[in-house]
């Protein structure tokens, strides 16, 4: 079966801009978990969504959003980028409650702001 | 909270076995993964521990114990594909959401 989905893989955007960055989980999760890794953080979680709520949110700024459709894809969206944005931004799929089943990760979108 | 810290490069030779070892702090904690990735790709989910003990599966097992916010992944028979990132991540309470130490790159040498 298909794995998660991230589109774009790459994306250049000017400080100031805002991106929208997508992920189709697999098919039949219900939760999609956002992370941003960087050289100097790490793996950081940013959000979770489950069947279209938010459950649960990371320790980033409002500029950092996202929602869930009802067919389970989820976007983040980033406003007023700053150079410190730039990332890797994986997206995680799990069933419902993750633990044995694992979260799948996508292979991320890289952001990068110049 | 979860401080999650493992150690930055470890370095072992093809064939021999490599210990990642992963301290956490306790509170608000369900269960541990340890996931691998290698460099440009997408985090792979290797195993996950809830019970104290160890976790078998082929060349990799993992540790976990509870009482002393501790747990290992064991690399047995290293193969040079094994040079990747390992990834320590708790679960928090609420669930879905992991909390992930900075990551052990091993390098694997002829």
């Known amino acids: 079966k298909a794995g998660v989905t991230q589109t774009p893989r790459y994306l250049i955007k000017t400080r100031g801009q805002q991106v929208t960055l997508s992920c189709s989980p697999i098919s039949g999760h219900r939760s999609v978990s956002w992370y941003q890794q960087t050289p100097g953080q790490g793996l950081q979680f940013l959000f979770e969504y489950f069947s279209e709520t938010q459950r649960n949110k990371g320790n980033f700024p409002g500029r950092f959003s996202g929602r869930q459709f009802s067919n389970s894809r989820s976007e983040m969206n980033v406003s007023t980028l700053e150079l410190g944005d730039s990332a890797l931004y994986l997206c995680?799929?799990?069933?419902?409650?993750?633990?044995?089943?694992?979260?799948?990760f996508g292979s991320g979108t890289r952001l990068t702001v110049v | 909270g979860q401080n999650i810290d493992q150690p930055t490069e470890m370095t072992a030779t093809e064939g021999a076995i490599v210990q990642i070892n992963c301290t956490y702090q306790?509170?608000?904690?369900?269960?541990l993964f340890w996931y691998q990735q290698h460099a440009g790709e997408a985090p792979t989910f290797l195993s996950y521990?809830?019970?104290?003990g160890l976790e078998e599966k082929g060349r990799f097992s993992s540790f976990l114990s509870r009482s002393k916010g501790y747990s290992y992944l064991l690399l047995k028979e290293l193969q040079m594909k094994d040079s990747a990132s390992y990834l320590c991540?708790?679960?928090?309470?609420?669930?879905?959401?992991?909390?992930f130490g900075g990551g052990t790159r091993v390098l694997v040498k002829p």
């Open positions: 995680a799929s799990s069933p419902g409650a993750g633990r044995a089943y694992g979260y799948t």
């Open positions: 991540a708790g679960e928090g309470a609420a669930g879905n959401k992991l909390t």
């Open positions: 306790t509170s608000g904690f369900n269960g």
């Open positions: 521990n809830v019970l104290d």
